[in-house]
């Protein structure tokens, strides 16, 4: 069973580019959930996925927006990036009709200049 | 709005102490409650669940509806407790569970 993996590690853009973070989901699980930790602070919610379609949201501003694939792999979206976008990106995992134990990734660190 | 409080930010007790890391929620409805740990250098887990009522390498949390609140508790420190520990929340809606609202985390360090 492979655990839930994020790419790249970490980036480096400059303000008003455009980002793409990728993650793939835990064996057997359906739903992604994307979370932006900022320095000193906890998780935010961003938003989740589930048979592709965002299924829920978080109070984040439509510049951020995501995939998810059939083999439920998702990606994460960032445009026109701000200088306050810099944070660790994490993807977790889980089984909706599960017991909702979300497993993460280790994170995409980004870095906005 | 959901809301998660975690009023410490850094807890520093000796080994063999007793630790207490406060949690405090706001939900409207009936909200799962977990607590998460990061130790250093690793991703972040799951230490345990209200739902299953386990107490997981000593640790145990008692969901207070009353007082709203979801304490993590465990009798005697050890060193490797020492971690970042987040208490999260997550409501259900749509026939499954919502995404996770944490609290800003407390610095846990066990002193020897």
């Known amino acids: 069973e492979t655990g839930v993996t994020q790419s790249p590690t970490h980036l480096i853009k400059t303000r008003g580019q455009q980002v793409t973070l990728r993650c793939s989901s835990q064996s057997g699980h359906n739903t992604v959930s994307w979370y932006q930790q900022a320095l000193g602070q906890g998780p935010q919610f961003i938003f989740q996925y589930y048979r592709e379609e965002e299924n829920g949201r978080g109070n984040f501003p439509p510049r951020f927006s995501g995939l998810q694939f059939p083999n439920y792999s998702s990606e994460l979206n960032v445009n026109a990036l701000e200088l306050d976008d810099s944070a660790l990106y994490l993807c977790?995992?889980?089984?909706?009709?599960?017991?909702?134990?979300?497993?993460f990734g280790p994170g995409t660190r980004l870095t906005v200049l | 709005a959901q809301r998660v409080t975690q009023p410490e930010k850094l807890l520093s007790v000796f080994k063999g102490a007793p630790v207490e890391l406060k949690c405090n929620y706001s939900?409207?409805?009936?909200?799962?409650l977990f607590w998460y740990v990061q130790y250093s250098r690793q991703r972040l887990q799951l230490l345990l669940r209200h739902i299953s009522r386990e107490s997981i390498k000593g640790f145990t949390a008692d969901l207070n509806k009353g007082e709203t609140s979801f304490h993590l508790k465990k009798p005697f420190a050890q060193e490797e407790d020492s971690a970042m520990y987040y208490c999260a929340l997550s409501g259900y809606s749509g026939g499954g569970a919502d995404g996770l609202t944490f609290g800003k985390g407390t610095h846990l360090i066990i002193q020897p």
């Open positions: 977790a995992s889980s089984l909706r009709q599960g017991n909702n134990e979300q497993f």
């Open positions: 939900y409207s409805g009936s909200p799962e």
